[in-house]
């Protein structure tokens, strides 16, 4: 069974930096591309940034683009999305996902793409 577990949320002043982490378990970890994605109150779930499975290509939606990195270990089993300047629109529960490759470049921003999720990390930026 394979299971996603995010860590590094919390409560941060605007321009802030926090680091996410999840580890995977129960599969091929260097197989899979791995996503990030995140929930605000009252709306959907949104793409934030996904990278293939040896982290040769990384995605990025626009507005999180200069200031977050996504990036993978394949050796701990683990991806990250660092996270720098952060505003208080980027509130949220944050996401990581796992998927086997995709055909196209948009295949990686979409959430029906993926089939395995963590439970969420809540990321709190105060004005």
């Known amino acids: 069974q394979v299971q996603l577990v995010e860590s590094g949320g919390g409560l941060v002043q605007a321009g802030g930096s926090l680091r996410l982490s999840c580890g995977a378990s129960?599969?091929?970890?260097?197989?899979?591309?791995m996503g990030w994605f995140r929930q605000a109150p009252g709306k959907e779930r949104e793409f934030v940034a996904a990278?293939?499975?040896?982290?040769?290509?990384?995605y990025y939606t626009d507005s999180v683009k200069g200031r977050f990195t996504i990036s993978r270990d394949n050796t701990k089993n683990t991806v990250y999305l660092q996270m720098n300047s952060l505003k208080p629109e980027d509130t949220a529960v944050y996401y990581c996902?796992?998927?086997?490759?995709?055909?196209?470049?948009?295949?990686?921003?979409?959430?029906?793409?993926?089939?395995?999720w963590g439970q969420g990390t809540q990321v709190t930026v105060s004005s």
């Open positions: 990278i293939t499975w040896i982290g040769g290509s990384t």
């Open positions: 996902a796992n998927r086997p490759g995709a055909y196209s470049d948009r295949g990686y921003r979409l959430i029906g793409g993926y089939d395995y």
């Open positions: 129960g599969r091929t970890f260097s197989r899979y591309a």
